[in-house]
């Protein structure tokens, strides 16, 4: 009966080494005590905490979608302790935890410790919606900022106030200036840049203890850029004649503003998002009107413009904007000073019916002129130094005709008629001589 109960016992202690190594294939323990929390100041790095037996560890990042991402693996004996920025250790706009297992030295792995779900929302990502220039030379900015998602995990370890996001906003240094920088509460729409030496960038981003909304497509720019406006008129131009003007209009050549702002020494070009208009005024106590607006043009370019009186002119470039993804371009209004050119009558007709005429020939003048006033013109004779008056020509509607006999036998003489100054619709017309026409008397 011991035969039998020895082989029984043998057989319990192969049964029993059998077992063994499937105790060893569970693995160690599992860790305990996993902490979250932020390191501060900043609340930008998680610091992460956990218990063990001083086994190696893995840190996971898991995704509420089942996305599982190994973060970190620490070896025997080190501190239960990894700290890693916000935005390196969780996927922005997401919900996550953390998980920590222990690992022995056959690679097996214990089971889990786990954190709490948590988000990693991002601070909102912030658009410019309007740039406007105001007269003392700041610049006022509006923007907008995204929805962000649900938090579907309210009071998470890693929640924080909404005082942790800020927003930013910096003017780049260019030649013409150093940059400046500005920071702003959470919520912000509406800034006020000071006066500053144009042109230069303007980049928006917002951030949190999860992310920086910037970089080049996270960010929102706008350029505060320099029109240039030139205007070169006629210093007298004849009644209803059309006549061009010298226009330039243009900015400074400017592009991926956020990291390559041009200074001053950079060309003008023209720009398509620019309406210029041409304006015109019979003084400086009237209002300018605009006679002419043009757009798409070259830098330099002509305009024709059909002129009826005496008038000051300049170049008006409003304010304007351009829009180019998320890069807003945009420049305060800009003009020439005034430009005054003063306009001649125009003659149809202005002669003689004949160029010969024997002594005591009648001769006839006619004049017909523009503006069709009614004054007296000045029949003209030219001595060989001055022009001399000969007589009146009374005109109606702008015409007129004045006859007399021919006399002085064997003389060549000049004449020329003068239209005084007149007013045509409120607008002056400048005393305006003819051209001159010969007469012989044989």
């Keep these: 009966m011991r035969k039998p109960l020895a082989i029984t016992a043998a057989a ?31 609340n930008q790095q998680v610091k992460m905490t956990w218990a063990d037996g001083g086994e190696a560890n893995i840190v996971r990042v898991e995704y509420q979608d089942g996305h599982q991402v190994t973060r970190f693996t620490s070896k025997p004996g080190t501190p239960n302790e990894w700290t890693r920025v916000g935005h390196a250790l969780v996927w922005t706009d997401r919900v996550a935890r953390i998980s920590v297992v222990s690992i022995d030295e056959s690679g097996a792995e214990s089971a889990p410790v786990v954190s709490p779900w948590f ?46 996001e800020v927003v930013k906003l910096a003017v780049a240094t260019t030649p013409n200036a150093p940059g400046k920088s500005f920071t702003l509460p959470a919520g912000s729409t509406t800034f006020t840049i000071p006066t500053h030496p144009r042109p230069y960038p303007v980049a928006m981003l917002t951030t949190n203890e999860w992310v920086i909304r910037g970089g080049t497509t996270g960010s929102s720019s706008v350029v505060f850029n320099e029109t240039t406006v030139g205007l070169s008129v006629p210093a007298t131009n004849v009644y209803s004649q059309s006549l061009p003007f010298s226009i330039v209009a243009g900015t400074r050549m400017c ?23 041409l304006q015109a005024r019979p003084d400086a106590a009237r209002p300018w009107k605009t006679i002419g607006t043009y757009t798409n043009q070259q830098l330099r370019f002509t305009a024709n413009v059909r002129l009826y009186g005496g008038q000051q002119y300049r170049l008006y470039i409003p304010t304007w904007s351009h829009l180019n993804g998320r890069e807003l ?23 003689f019916n004949t160029s010969t005429a024997t002594v005591g020939q009648i001769v006839k003048t006619t004049v017909d002129v523009l503006p069709a006033g009614t ?14 008056h000969a007589t009146y020509i009374s005109l109606t509607k702008g015409k007129g005709t004045f006859s007399f006999k021919a006399a002085g036998r064997g003389t060549s003489r000049y004449w020329r008629v003068v239209v005084p100054k007149m007013t045509m619709n409120g607008l002056p017309i400048v005393a305006t001589p003819s051209k001159a026409f010969k007469l012989t008397v044989r």
Excluded: H, M
């Design 329 to 351: 371009t945009v420049a305060p209004a800009a003009s020439t000073s005034a430009r005054y050119s003063a306009t001649q009558a125009k003659f149809a007709v202005a002669g």
């Design 255 to 277: 592009a991926n503003a956020q990291y390559n702002c041009p200074d001053r020494t950079n060309p003008f070009v023209a720009n398509p998002g620019i309406r210029t208009l």
């Design 119 to 164: 988000d990693s929302i991002g601070a909102p990502l912030p658009t410019f919606t309007s740039a406007v220039p105001l007269p003392d030379g700041s610049l006022k900015l509006n923007w907008s900022l995204a929805p962000v998602p649900v938090d579907t995990t309210p009071g998470d370890p890693l929640d924080l106030p909404s005082t942790n």
């Design 12 to 42: 319990l202690v192969l049964l029993g080494s059998t077992q063994l190594p499937a105790q060893a294939a569970a693995g160690p323990e599992a860790p305990t005590d996993l902490q979250l929390s932020w390191v501060a100041p900043g």
């Design 375 to 388: 004054v007296k013109a000045d029949l003209q004779w030219y001595d060989g130094k001055v022009w001399r």
